[in-house]
């Protein structure tokens, strides 16, 4: 099995900051690419940013400057850190794993549970 997990949501003011964690856990063998993608009510789920092993990255152009996507190969872990949020950045945020497991020869997507993430005065 596998498991991937996300931590660090809550309540901010704007202009605060956050940092999301995610850590995958399980029978795996390789991740390639990590992300995080947000789904704020009444939209559709979009990417926020991703990461892959050599860590090459890519964010939305709403984030750009603002956040910063990284990854610990070693831990399974991926981390989003949030700075200058505004209120249009509240959603519920989710992680999103390439994952290939001990067991099997393809890669599959895996995705968290989510965490809100409320930007409010």
């Known amino acids: 099995q596998v498991h991937v997990a996300e931590s660090g949501g809550g309540l901010v003011q704007p202009g605060g900051s956050l940092r999301l964690s995610c850590a995958a856990s399980g029978n795996i063998f390789s991740i390639n690419a990590m992300g995080w993608y947000r789904q704020a009510p009444g939209l559709q789920r979009e990417l926020v940013a991703s990461i892959t092993p050599d860590g090459t990255t890519n964010y939305a152009d709403s984030v750009k400057g603002r956040f910063t996507i990284s990854r610990d190969n070693a831990k399974n872990t991926v981390h989003l850190q949030m700075n200058s949020l505004k209120p249009e950045d509240t959603a519920v945020y989710s992680c999103?794993?390439?994952?290939?497991?001990?067991?099997?020869?393809?890669?599959?997507?895996?995705w968290g549970q989510g965490t809100q993430v409320t930007v409010s005065s």
């Open positions: 999103n794993a390439d994952i290939k497991r001990s067991d099997s020869n393809f890669f599959r997507n895996y």
